[in-house]
C-alpha cells in the first residue's frame, strides 16, 4: 500500500515544542498560563481584532456568541445551509430556531439574495451567523449590510477562514463576535481549540467568565450564571503559538496547491474550482471542484479513484436543510423560482481535493494523473 496523502493534516515545525516545553519547564500544565495569554495577544495583532479568549473549540467560541446574543427558546437564528452542522450546533443547544439560507454561486457562501426574504420574513430574528466556506470569504459588504438595515447583529463563523481577507481586512473583523478552530485539519491547529474574538470588550470579558465556569469573584465558589468549560489549555495554546509564526507560510502552500489544480484541469470544460471574488483572499484552506452534471464523470467517480491509490478526498459539506436532524427548518433558496438551490447542485456536482501542505510535487502529479484519468474517461 503506498504511503497515504491526506487532504489536511497537521505541519508542525518545532517551535510549538519550544512553547510547550516552556510549559513543562515552568509547570503550567493546568488550564491557563503565559501561553494562552501569549496566544490571545498574537491573535489579536495577526488579525487585528482587539479582544480575544482562547478556548477548547470553535464550536465553543460559537455557542458562547450565540449565549451572548441571549438566543433563548423559540428565537429566530438565519444560518447558512451549506456548511458544517458546527456552525449551527450552537443555536441548537439553545432551542432557538434556526432558519436556513441558500448559497450563491460566485463564492458558495450565504447568498444575500435570499438573506433578504428571510430578513423580511423574519423581522424578530436574533441573529445572523454567516460562515466563511473552506477559507473563502463570504460577499461581506451585502451581507452586513442587509443585517444593519435590519438591525441584526451579524456573527462570523471564522472557523475555516482564519488569515483571509475581503477587502484588505481579515476575516473575524465584520461581526458583533467571530469563531475560529484550530482543529487538527484547519489551516494551524492546536490539535483541538479555538478562539472567540470581537471588538466589543464587554462581550470578551463575559465570554471569558462564562467559558471557566461563570465562577464569581469571590474567596469562596459563587455562581448567579450557568457557566461551562470552555478555557484552552496552556499546553494547547503552546502549540498555537508555534503554528501562528507560519500561518502566512501555510496561506502560501495552499494557495500554490489551488493554483496548480486549477491550471491542471483549465482545458476540462467541465471541471469548476471553487470561486473566489477578486476583492477577497482566501487562505485556500481546502481545494474544490465541481464536475458539470451533464459529464459522464461524477465526484464519486474521483473520490473512489484516489481512495483505491489511499488517497484522502470527500464530498462538499451536504447542505444542512436536507439533513435528518434538521428536518423542518424553514429554507431560503437563492432562486425565488423552482430551480435547484445552488448548495444542492454545489454538493452534487462537488468533491474536496487533497489539500495537504506537505504535499510534494510528486504527490500532486500522482492525484492529478489519477483525477484526469477518471476525467478522461
Not at 201 to 227: M, S
Request: charged fraction near 25%.
Amino acid at each position: 500500500m503506498k504511503e497515504r496523502i491526506y487532504m489536511a493534516s497537521p505541519t508542525m515545525h518545532g517551535e510549538e515544542q519550544k512553547f510547550v516545553q516552556e510549559a513543562f519547564d515552568t509547570n503550567w500544565i493546568a488550564p491557563l498560563g503565559p501561553n494562552v495569554n501569549g496566544f490571545e495577544r498574537e491573535m489579536e495583532a495577526y488579525t487585528g481584532i482587539a479582544h480575544c479568549s482562547a478556548l477548547s473549540a470553535g464550536t465553543a467560541a460559537l455557542h458562547l456568541a450565540v449565549k451572548l446574543l441571549e438566543v433563548g427558546e423559540g428565537d429566530t437564528v438565519i444560518c447558512p445551509s451549506l456548511t458544517f452542522a458546527a456552525t449551527v450546533n450552537p443555536v441548537a443547544y439553545e432551542k432557538g430556531k434556526i432558519v436556513f439560507v441558500d448559497s450563491e454561486p460566485e463564492t458558495w457562501n450565504m447568498s444575500p439574495q435570499a438573506l433578504k426574504r428571510a430578513l423580511e420574513e423574519h423581522k424578530e430574528a436574533k441573529a445572523v451567523i454567516v460562515a466563511h466556506l473552506y477559507g473563502t470569504p463570504a460577499k461581506v459588504d451585502e451581507i452586513k449590510a442587509l443585517c444593519e438595515e435590519y438591525k441584526v447583529p451579524l456573527i462570523e463563523d471564522a472557523a475555516e477562514s482564519l488569515g483571509a481577507t475581503y477587502k484588505g481586512v481579515q476575516t473575524g473583523r465584520f461581526g458583533v463576535m467571530a469563531g475560529f478552530s484550530f482543529n487538527g485539519n484547519k489551516i494551524i491547529t492546536t490539535s483541538g481549540g479555538g478562539m472567540i474574538a470581537s471588538e466589543n470588550e464587554e462581550y470578551i470579558k463575559h465570554a471569558t467568565f462564562l467559558a471557566t465556569q461563570a465562577k464569581e469573584p469571590v474567596r469562596h465558589y459563587e455562581h448567579k450564571e450557568i457557566g461551562y468549560n470552555y478555557r484552552m489549555s496552556n499546553i494547547t495554546a503552546g502549540v498555537g503559538r508555534g503554528q501562528l509564526l507560519h500561518l502566512d507560510e501555510h496561506i502560501a502552500k495552499k494557495k500554490a496547491i489551488y493554483e496548480t489544480y486549477k491550471d491542471a484541469f483549465k482545458d476540462y470544460k467541465q471541471v469548476h474550482m471553487n470561486p473566489y471574488e477578486t476583492c477577497s483572499e482566501p487562505n485556500f484552506w481546502l481545494s474544490c471542484m465541481t464536475i458539470d452534471k451533464d459529464s459522464k464523470t461524477k465526484p464519486l467517480d474521483i473520490i473512489e479513484a484516489l481512495e483505491r491509490e489511499n488517497i484522502e478526498s470527500r464530498p462538499i459539506w451536504k447542505p444542512l436543510h436536507q439533513q435528518p436532524v434538521f428536518k423542518g427548518c424553514e429554507f431560503y433558496s437563492h432562486y425565488e423560482d423552482d430551480k435547484k438551490p445552488v448548495s444542492e447542485d454545489i454538493f452534487d456536482c462537488g468533491l474536496c481535493l487533497p489539500s495537504d501542505i506537505k504535499n510534494t510535487k510528486e504527490d500532486m502529479d500522482r492525484i492529478i494523473g489519477i483525477i484526469r484519468s477518471v476525467l478522461d474517461r
